[in-house]
């Protein structure tokens, strides 16, 4: 599944999904296959850790998280003008802010990775036990318990965060690739 050429135009892999639900563990191995089997100049931008570093001075109100995703658009942007394949791993609750990302782009350089994953598996998970001090009222404006995550409409990947594995999902990934550059 390795053999994909570097694309001339970068693609942008927007993974989203509830906070647990694997986005970060599917674009780790994405990224491995990218770029260490497809030779692809690919960078990897992780929500927790813009928020410890360009967002720090962000909440989680909802206008803290429309500004986190403008800040991440932008540096999105920058990467894409060198070339760079993007993967995003951000909770990105907000259609809205999905579409306005998706509209800053070429026909078909978008692509919206849908990390299904329900409320109660993400809560099991817990691996940084978020949910449990959201719901001991610890966290404010947690996304899934007290603030809302809009599920993506028509997203080009849908994967289940629940019962597959991330090969798997990378496997799915790179198929959909293939169609889209044939």
Known sequence: ?????E?????????????GAGKSTVANALMEVLDKECKWRCIQLDGDILRTGLC????????????????????????????????????????????????????????????????????????KGLYQKARAGQIKEFTGIDSPFEVPANPEIEISGAGTTPDQSVSKILTYLKELEA
């Open 7 to 19: 694309p001339t135009t970068p693609y942008v892999f927007w993974f989203t999904g509830l906070s």
């Open 56 to 127: 720090s001075d962000l909440g989680f109100s909802e206008e803290d998280r429309h500004e986190n995703q403008r800040r991440l658009r932008e540096v999105v942007k920058l990467l894409l003008k060198t070339g760079t394949n993007v993967v995003v791993s951000f909770i990105s609750p907000f259609a809205h802010d999905r579409q306005i990302a998706r509209e800053m782009l070429e026909d078909k350089q978008f692509i919206e990775i849908y990390v299904n994953t329900t409320l109660e598996q993400c809560e099991q998970r817990d691996p």
């Open 1 to 5: 599944m390795n053999d994909l050429s």
